[in-house]
C-alpha cells in the first residue's frame, strides 16, 4: 500500500461512561466534581469492500469548551453531544475518500451547522475531532499500520487543502521526517485549588486511595520537574499563590520548568502585565521567574485575538488554547503577537499536524525557534483516549506534556477489571497495578508507551467494553 486508501464512513456509535474525580478541578472560576467519557466506534469501508471498525474516547468535560456562566455542566456536556451527531451526520453523507479527504470535505460544513445550532467554534472541533480519530484508527487497523507510520508515508492523505498558506511547503516531506519518541516528560498541573504541602491538609480532606495528593507528595512519588501553574486573573492573589508553590519547587535538587495558564481569566492584556510586574519585582519568585517557558491563553478568547499583544510578547512567549477554534486560529494569533498554540486531541488530530507544519515553516523561513507547540491536557483518561492523545503529542515532538488526568482519576476509574488488566497485558510500560487498579506509570518524572507507538491503529491495542458502557444520545 503506497497511496492514501480511500474510504468512506458506513456506521458510527456513541458510548458513555461516567468519571468521578478524587477532588475537584478548577478551570478558571469553575469547579468540576465529575464528567462523562465519550467512547465512539465507527465501521469504514474502502473501495475494495473491505471493512475496518475504529474507536476513539475523549472526557466531555463541562466548564471549559465554553465558558459562559449561564450554561450548567450538563448544558455543556449536551453541546458536545450536539457537536458530535452533527460531526456523524456530515461524515456519513460523504463519499469515499481518504481519511483526510473526508475531514476536509466535512469540516466547513460542520462548523457552519454548529454555529447555526449557537454552538462555540470549540465545541464544534470537539465533535468532528472525535470521528477523525475513530476513522484514523479504523483505517490503520484495517491495513495493519500504526498511525505513526500512516503518518509518516501519509496514508492519511493529509495536504494544505485546509491551510492554503501551506502552499508550497513540502508537507509529505515534513511528516515522513516524524520521529515520534516513546518517551515524554509529564509535566504536573499545579491547580487553583490543589493543596500544595501535606501539613496543610485539613482534618477530613486526606484521601484514603495510596495516590500522591499534595504537589510535595505528588514531586516524591512521581520525582516531576515540569509544572502547568493555572493562575486565576487576580494579580496579587496570584503572585501570593506563586510564591507558595516557589517554596515547593525550588526545593527540587534539579532544574525545574514551568509553564503558567491563565484559562482565560484576564480581562486585558493589561491585568497580565501586573501580574508579570509584581512576580518581577518578587524576590522569592525569582528561581519560578526563571524557569517560565510560556503563558497559555491568558486572555478571554472574547478578547485575545481582538487586539495585540506583541508588547506583552517581548516579556514572556504567549500561546493559545481556547482560543484555538479552528484550522486558522494561528494565523491570527501569530498576527497580533502569539508565538505558541497548544495541541489537544479534544481539538483536532490534523489540527495538530497542520499548526506543527506552520511552525516548521515559519521558523525555518525566519532562521530561528521563535514559534512553538506544546501538549496540554484535558484531564485526559487512561486507556485509550490517553493513548490517542500520546501518539499526537509524540508526532508533533513535544517533548514534554501536561497531564493531570491520572491525579484527578484513580487509575482507570470505572473501567471493567478485564479492560484494565488487558491494557496492562498490552501496554505494560505505561501502567502499574499494585494488586488494584490500572494506574499511569510515572518514572523520573517520565512516562513510557513504545507499545503505544507500534499498536496498529490509533496508539491501543485494547478494545474498550462497549457492554459496561451507556448507549450515547
Given at each position: 500500500?503506497?497511496?492514501?486508501?480511500?474510504?468512506?464512513?458506513?456506521?458510527?456509535?456513541?458510548?458513555?461512561?461516567?468519571?468521578?474525580?478524587?477532588?475537584?478541578?478548577?478551570?478558571?472560576?469553575?469547579?468540576?466534581?465529575?464528567?462523562?467519557?465519550?467512547?465512539?466506534?465507527?465501521?469504514?469501508?474502502?473501495?475494495?469492500?473491505?471493512?475496518?471498525?475504529?474507536?476513539?474516547?475523549?472526557?466531555?468535560?463541562?466548564?471549559?469548551?465554553?465558558?459562559?456562566?449561564?450554561?450548567?455542566?450538563?448544558?455543556?456536556?449536551?453541546?458536545?453531544?450536539?457537536?458530535?451527531?452533527?460531526?456523524?451526520?456530515?461524515?456519513?453523507?460523504?463519499?469515499?475518500?481518504?481519511?483526510?479527504?473526508?475531514?476536509?470535505?466535512?469540516?466547513?460544513?460542520?462548523?457552519?451547522?454548529?454555529?447555526?445550532?449557537?454552538?462555540?467554534?470549540?465545541?464544534?472541533?470537539?465533535?468532528?475531532?472525535?470521528?477523525?480519530?475513530?476513522?484514523?484508527?479504523?483505517?490503520?487497523?484495517?491495513?495493519?499500520?500504526?498511525?505513526?507510520?500512516?503518518?509518516?508515508?501519509?496514508?492519511?492523505?493529509?495536504?494544505?487543502?485546509?491551510?492554503?498558506?501551506?502552499?508550497?511547503?513540502?508537507?509529505?516531506?515534513?511528516?515522513?521526517?516524524?520521529?515520534?519518541?516513546?518517551?515524554?516528560?509529564?509535566?504536573?498541573?499545579?491547580?487553583?485549588?490543589?493543596?500544595?504541602?501535606?501539613?496543610?491538609?485539613?482534618?477530613?480532606?486526606?484521601?484514603?486511595?495510596?495516590?500522591?495528593?499534595?504537589?510535595?507528595?505528588?514531586?516524591?512519588?512521581?520525582?516531576?520537574?515540569?509544572?502547568?501553574?493555572?493562575?486565576?486573573?487576580?494579580?496579587?492573589?496570584?503572585?501570593?499563590?506563586?510564591?507558595?508553590?516557589?517554596?515547593?519547587?525550588?526545593?527540587?535538587?534539579?532544574?525545574?520548568?514551568?509553564?503558567?495558564?491563565?484559562?482565560?481569566?484576564?480581562?486585558?492584556?493589561?491585568?497580565?502585565?501586573?501580574?508579570?510586574?509584581?512576580?518581577?519585582?518578587?524576590?522569592?519568585?525569582?528561581?519560578?521567574?526563571?524557569?517560565?517557558?510560556?503563558?497559555?491563553?491568558?486572555?478571554?478568547?472574547?478578547?485575545?485575538?481582538?487586539?495585540?499583544?506583541?508588547?506583552?510578547?517581548?516579556?514572556?512567549?504567549?500561546?493559545?488554547?481556547?482560543?484555538?477554534?479552528?484550522?486558522?486560529?494561528?494565523?491570527?494569533?501569530?498576527?497580533?503577537?502569539?508565538?505558541?498554540?497548544?495541541?489537544?486531541?479534544?481539538?483536532?488530530?490534523?489540527?495538530?499536524?497542520?499548526?506543527?507544519?506552520?511552525?516548521?515553516?515559519?521558523?525555518?523561513?525566519?532562521?530561528?525557534?521563535?514559534?512553538?507547540?506544546?501538549?496540554?491536557?484535558?484531564?485526559?483518561?487512561?486507556?485509550?483516549?490517553?493513548?490517542?492523545?500520546?501518539?499526537?503529542?509524540?508526532?508533533?515532538?513535544?517533548?514534554?506534556?501536561?497531564?493531570?488526568?491520572?491525579?484527578?482519576?484513580?487509575?482507570?476509574?470505572?473501567?471493567?477489571?478485564?479492560?484494565?488488566?488487558?491494557?496492562?497485558?498490552?501496554?505494560?510500560?505505561?501502567?502499574?497495578?499494585?494488586?488494584?487498579?490500572?494506574?499511569?506509570?510515572?518514572?523520573?518524572?517520565?512516562?513510557?508507551?513504545?507499545?503505544?507507538?507500534?499498536?496498529?491503529?490509533?496508539?491501543?491495542?485494547?478494545?474498550?467494553?462497549?457492554?459496561?458502557?451507556?448507549v450515547g444520545s
Amino acid at each position: 500500500m503506497s497511496e492514501a486508501p480511500r474510504i468512506r464512513l458506513v456506521e458510527a456509535e456513541v458510548f458513555e461512561r461516567p468519571v468521578d474525580f478524587r477532588f475537584p478541578f478548577r478551570f478558571g472560576a469553575a469547579r468540576v466534581d465529575n464528567a462523562p467519557q465519550v467512547f465512539v466506534r465507527v465501521r469504514i469501508e474502502d473501495e475494495r469492500g473491505r471493512s475496518g471498525t475504529g474507536w476513539s474516547a475523549e472526557m466531555m468535560m463541562p466548564r471549559w469548551f465554553d465558558k459562559n456562566p449561564e450554561l450548567s455542566p450538563g448544558d455543556n456536556v449536551e453541546q458536545l453531544r450536539i457537536s458530535l451527531r452533527l460531526a456523524i451526520g456530515g461524515l456519513r453523507s460523504l463519499k469515499a475518500d481518504t481519511a483526510f479527504g473526508l475531514h476536509t470535505a466535512a469540516e466547513a460544513d460542520h462548523h457552519r451547522n454548529a454555529a447555526r445550532r449557537g454552538l462555540p467554534a470549540l465545541v464544534a472541533s470537539y465533535g468532528l475531532a472525535l470521528v477523525d480519530r475513530a476513522i484514523i484508527d479504523a483505517m490503520c487497523r484495517m491495513n495493519g499500520v500504526s498511525a505513526a507510520e500512516a503518518v509518516t508515508r501519509n496514508l492519511l492523505g493529509i495536504s494544505d487543502a485546509t491551510a492554503p498558506d501551506l502552499a508550497g511547503f513540502d508537507l509529505a516531506r515534513f511528516l515522513s521526517r516524524m520521529a515520534p519518541s516513546p518517551t515524554l516528560a509529564v509535566r504536573h498541573t499545579i491547580g487553583l485549588a490543589d493543596v500544595l504541602r501535606a501539613v496543610d491538609l485539613e482534618p477530613g480532606q486526606r484521601l484514603d486511595d495510596g495516590l500522591p495528593q499534595t504537589l510535595d507528595e505528588v514531586i516524591a512519588a512521581y520525582r516531576h520537574r515540569w509544572f502547568k501553574i493555572k493562575v486565576s486573573g487576580r494579580p496579587a492573589e496570584d503572585c501570593e499563590r506563586l510564591v507558595a508553590i516557589a517554596a515547593v519547587l525550588d526545593r527540587i535538587d534539579e532544574t525545574y520548568r514551568v509553564t503558567l495558564d491563565g484559562n482565560e481569566q484576564f480581562e486585558s492584556g493589561a491585568v497580565v502585565a501586573d501580574l508579570l510586574d509584581r512576580i518581577e519585582k518578587e524576590p522569592r519568585l525569582q528561581g519560578l521567574r526563571a524557569s517560565v517557558l510560556f503563558f497559555e491563553q491568558p486572555i478571554a478568547r472574547a478578547e485575545a485575538l481582538s487586539k495585540p499583544v506583541v508588547t506583552l510578547a517581548e516579556r514572556l512567549p504567549l500561546e493559545i488554547d481556547e482560543s484555538d477554534g479552528d484550522v486558522g486560529s494561528f494565523l491570527r494569533a501569530r498576527e497580533l503577537g502569539y508565538s505558541g498554540i497548544s495541541s489537544k486531541s479534544c481539538k483536532g488530530f490534523y489540527r495538530s499536524l497542520i499548526n506543527r507544519a506552520r511552525v516548521e515553516k515559519w521558523n525555518g523561513d525566519a532562521g530561528n525557534s521563535r514559534y512553538f507547540m506544546s501538549a496540554e491536557d484535558l484531564t485526559t483518561q487512561a486507556g485509550l483516549g490517553l493513548q490517542q492523545d500520546l501518539v499526537l503529542a509524540a508526532l508533533i515532538g513535544a517533548g514534554h506534556i501536561e497531564r493531570n488526568g491520572h491525579h484527578y482519576v484513580d487509575g482507570m476509574g470505572r473501567a471493567p477489571e478485564a479492560e484494565q488488566a488487558a491494557y496492562l497485558a498490552a501496554h505494560g510500560e505505561l501502567y502499574e497495578s499494585a494488586a488494584g487498579p490500572a494506574r499511569l506509570a510515572i518514572r523520573n518524572g517520565e512516562i513510557t508507551f513504545a507499545s503505544v507507538l507500534r499498536a496498529a491503529g490509533l496508539g491501543s491495542s485494547v478494545e474498550p467494553d462497549w457492554a459496561s458502557m451507556a448507549v450515547g444520545s
